[in-house]
């Protein structure tokens, strides 16, 4: 069982809305921070967004602070993202990443995000 999946990912047009999924597996120590990053065509890996111990406090990337919101799924287990007024510098492949009981860290496999303008 993979620890976390990600889901939600598409191709939207520029002011659009997405919301991504991180599924978390009970791996998962979920006493730490949950983050979310990306990585744009051609470019390094960066952060995005973190919510803190069992969905407690939040903390946004100045790029996306007040587009992105992310939250606490406790039904679906997850850690979601929602996207909103997308430009089309948020192309990226987007990872949730987690810290696994016992020790280390987890990412996830991405999910594609494309806005087009």
């Known amino acids: 069982q993979a620890p976390l999946v990600e889901s939600g990912g598409g191709a939207v047009q520029a002011g659009g809305s997405l919301r991504l999924s991180c599924v978390l597996s009970g791996r998962i120590d979920t006493s730490y921070f949950i983050r979310w990053f990306r990585q744009p065509p051609g470019k390094e890996r960066e952060f995005v967004a973190w919510i803190g111990t069992n969905g407690g406090g939040a903390y946004y990337a100045d790029a996306v602070r007040g587009r992105f919101t992310i939250s606490s799924n406790k039904a679906e287990n997850s850690i979601d993202l929602q996207l909103s007024s997308l430009q089309p510098a948020d192309t990226a492949v987007y990872y949730c990443?987690?810290?696994?009981?016992?020790?280390?860290?987890?990412w996830g496999q991405g999910t594609q995000v494309t806005v087009t303008s």
């Open positions: 990443t987690g810290r696994l009981k016992g020790a280390g860290d987890a």
